[in-house]
């Protein structure tokens, strides 16, 4: 399971895993030491919790980081372009202007 959600409350925590205890609608984990929540369909988990009233958490949602917590490498090689200056038109408001020919 690659997203998760995240309590900084141990008595939210308990009553959120007992509403996905009564809907059990999507799969989940819980890792009670941590006060989080695991599930492939995450938005289904959230849907539930706001639907019961619970809002305070925070998502993680496996496509914003690897487990690892490091960049791709595409993603690396991105960030330093970017810092260095070298972008695409649209990052920078940039055109073609300089390249054309003048008489």
């Not at 009564?22 to 988990?45: E, F, K, N």
């Not at 408001?93 to 054309?100: A, H, I, L």
């Amino acid at each position: 399971m690659n997203s998760s959600i995240t309590f900084d409350d141990k008595g939210l925590f308990d009553i959120a895993v007992t509403a996905l205890e009564i809907d059990a609608t999507p799969q989940y984990d819980i890792d009670a030491s941590s006060l989080m929540i695991y599930s492939d369909d995450i938005d289904g988990v959230v849907d539930i919790l706001h639907s019961n009233g619970i809002f305070k958490f925070s998502v993680y949602r496996g496509s914003e980081m690897r487990e690892d917590n490091f960049m791709s490498d595409v993603e690396a090689d991105a960030d330093a372009l970017a810092s260095a200056g070298y972008g695409t038109d649209e990052d920078y408001g940039g055109s073609n202007d300089q390249y054309e020919d003048y008489e």
